[in-house]
């Protein structure tokens, strides 16, 4: 397995929730890693990314909630996910790759990806 993520659950709306997706790669510490989301009925979205230069990104959606971090020696990418609304619902996936700076929020720019970890935000 590439990519083992863990972390999903059920959560109240305004609660907290931190994803892990652990990579079986020596090369993860040169990598881009992202999170992206799919919920019921929605194409998959962009939620973070984190490139080995120590850039982050984030959709709009997230931003000022949501932290993007990576261990390197763990090689182990996390996703701090903060003040949840139930829109945030959605089947979290991470994934790898070494996308241009233009590509970055496109799933195209990613080669690896986990199996996929549910967060539910409801009350």
């Known amino acids: 397995v590439q990519l083992q993520a863990s972390g999903g659950g059920l959560v109240q709306p305004g609660g907290s929730l931190k994803l892990s997706c652990t990579a079986s790669?020596?090369?993860?510490?040169?990598?881009?890693m992202a999170w992206f989301r799919q919920a019921p009925g929605k194409e998959r979205e962009f939620v973070a990314a984190?490139?080995?230069?120590?850039?982050?990104y984030y959709a709009d959606s997230v931003k000022g909630r949501f932290t993007i971090s990576r261990d390197n020696a763990k090689t182990t990418v996390y996703l701090q996910m903060n003040s949840l609304k139930p829109e945030d619902t959605a089947v979290y996936y991470c994934?790898?790759?070494?996308?241009?700076?233009?590509?970055?929020?496109?799933?195209?720019?990613?080669?690896?990806w986990g199996q996929g970890s549910l967060v539910t935000v409801s009350s």
């Open positions: 994934a790898r790759g070494d996308p241009i700076t233009s590509s970055i929020r496109s799933s195209n720019g990613y080669y690896y």
């Open positions: 790669t020596r090369t993860f510490s040169r990598n881009t």
């Open positions: 984190h490139r080995s230069t120590g850039n982050v």
